[in-house]
């Protein structure tokens, strides 16, 4: 039997949006006539501009189709088979990519470091590069940090310059997973060059598809030695798009007038907005410290089924009873005062 399923009402992850009208847009704009393939068309080069301007510098900019190739194929970049990754035991690195950052570095091993909030911290970092240095032992040569976290929320500067003054301490380089690093900056309110250049970040896996785009990654180097050969290993990954400008085109259109920061503000809000409703609804416990456009809760089982079989749909993501919700650019406050509607009732 069907679920039935309410359009715009999927809590499950903001990829379950369509595209937003400006990265739509943007691709109607390209269809038209002859371009260069493989990145030699005016959209790659413009929508490399912009990344530079969001970064506000010089910055190598690769495209690839999604964020586990963007991450794999960066971090192999920054690391050699013998090295060390280290990220959060919660990372999407170890959690959801079936082993690519492993298989793109020839073996690479991930080192899962814990700490509060979905958040490394410069002392766990330091214990994990210091309790062994011996030949026996992989090398720890990355850190890769996740803004927004997959908890939904997210590094301040204050603590991602700590971090990245501990990996320059340790010789270690600085990977950013920013699926959702739109959401990152609303929620700061900072610019993306305070909390990537300026904070020592090498690499930032910069995330389209979560912020309205239909496919697509961008990987920014901000270390140029990174960025030789790399797109050697977008090709040999079958990650080098032939027709590009239907890849960078959309990043045109989410630049150029800002609908990337007016996509994470509405995400961020509506998770604000979900957030403040599940906190009125006794028997549901919102958990954790939102600040990105995820909310996390504790339904009852029954009260957790029974909305799935409304029409709901969200995960069951950290915990028993642990549940994801989580918002997109197209989250409307419709759907937010539905759902609520729905869980009030539900508990009553
Ligand atoms: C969604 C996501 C990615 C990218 O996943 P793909 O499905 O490979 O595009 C990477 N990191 C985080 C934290 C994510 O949430």
């Known amino acids: 039997m069907n679920t039935p399923v309410r359009p715009g009402c999927q ?25 260069a393939s493989y990145g030699n068309d005016p959209w790659t080069t413009r929508a490399c501009e912009l990344i530079r301007q969001m970064v506000e510098g010089p910055a190598d900019v690769f495209f690839v189709f999604n964020g586990t190739a963007a991450n794999s194929l960066a971090l192999a970049a920054m690391c050699q088979s013998y090295h060390a990754i280290l990220c959060h035991e919660v990372a999407h690195v170890e959690t959801d990519e079936c082993g690519a950052p492993e298989f793109f570095s020839n073996g690479t091993k991930l080192l899962l470091l814990p700490g509060a909030a979905g958040k490394l911290t ?30 939904s929320t997210v590094y301040s500067i204050d603590e991602l310059a700590a971090i990245g003054e501990t990996c320059r301490r340790h010789d270690l380089r600085l990977h950013m997973d920013g699926a959702r690093f739109a959401n990152a900056v609303a929620a700061l309110g900072a610019s993306p060059r305070e909390i990537t250049r300026d904070v020592g970040v090498d690499a930032l896996c910069l995330g389209g598809t979560k912020n309205g785009m239909g496919v697509g990654e961008a990987v920014v180097f901000f270390d140029a030695s990174l ?26 259109g989410l630049l150029e007038h800002g609908a990337w920061l007016g996509n994470a503000r509405h ?60 918002c997109s650019w197209a989250t409307t406050d419709a759907d937010v005062d539905a759902f609520l509607a729905d869980a009030r009732a539900a508990c009553r």
């Open 267 to 326: 995400a961020n809000a509506a998770a604000a907005r979900l957030e403040s409703g599940l906190r009125g609804i006794p028997g549901i416990e919102v958990l954790g410290e939102r600040q990105a456009n995820a909310v996390f809760a504790a339904l009852p089982a029954d009260i957790a089924e029974g909305l799935r079989a409304k029409g709901w749909q969200f995960y069951n993501f950290i915990g028993a009873g642990g549940c994801r919700f989580m």
């Open 11 to 35: 809590f499950a992850s903001d990829n379950t949006s369509s595209m937003c009208p400006e990265a739509w847009a943007a691709v109607e704009r390209a269809n038209h006539g002859y371009e």
């Open 122 to 151: 410069p002392d766990g970092i330091t214990h994990a590069v210091e309790r062994r240095r011996d030949i026996h032992y992989p090398k720890p040569r990355v850190v890769s940090i996740t803004q927004a976290t997959e908890l």
């Open 227 to 252: 960025a030789e050969e790399f797109a050697y290993r977008c090709k040999q990954a079958g990650q080098l798009a032939s027709k590009m400008r239907y890849l960078t085109a959309p990043w045109v």
